[in-house]
């Protein structure tokens, strides 16, 4: 577990980090399971509403969306594939993501066979806590 400013990253997953995404990814058998990470949902705060649309699915692609208090923001598949599974409990109730958001996968998908485009997905502890570092760095600047 990398642990950054109180946030928790599990290191038995992936991060997409395209344009600011934090969304984990975790393989199980033949299917990957989607959710967002700890510093999404801390840059999110209470999550309000949560919705999943389509089936098949370009890497990089809007599949849904989310709202908080704070904003109203799309929500990436990291991957292509077909989506199988949609975590109904958490489509009606968002804010389990705040409770728990490691396991409170919003989607499983089926990968393309020829599919991991590597340039966005981290998964050693030392770049997820570079990047993670970065990204507080920027809202820092920001704010």
């Known amino acids: 577990m990398l642990e950054v400013k109180g946030m928790k990253f599990p290191l038995d ?3 997409y980090t395209k344009d600011g995404a934090h969304i984990w990814l975790k ?8 959710g967002m990470d700890a510093f999404a949902v801390e840059m999110a705060g ?17 599949v849904g969306s989310f709202e908080s208090a704070k904003f109203v ?3 990436y ?8 599974d949609i975590n109904e409990e ?9 409770d728990d958001p490691y396991n409170s996968w919003i989607f499983a998908i089926k990968p393309n066979p ?3 485009n590597k340039k966005y997905i981290l998964d050693k502890e030392e770049d997820i806590k570079k990047w993670i570092s970065e ?7 920001d704010e």
């Open 73 to 75: 923001s799309r929500f």
């Open 46 to 62: 209470l999550l309000t509403y949560l919705t999943v649309t389509g089936k098949q699915t370009e890497g990089g692609e809007a």
């Open 135 to 141: 990204e507080l760095k920027r809202v820092e600047e």
């Open 77 to 84: 598949s990291p991957i292509s594939g077909q989506i199988v």
């Open 27 to 34: 393989s199980e058998d033949d299917i990957v399971k989607v």
């Open 114 to 116: 020829v599919e991991y």
């Open 13 to 15: 997953r992936k991060y």
């Open 90 to 98: 958490v489509i009606k109730n968002p804010r389990k993501i705040n």
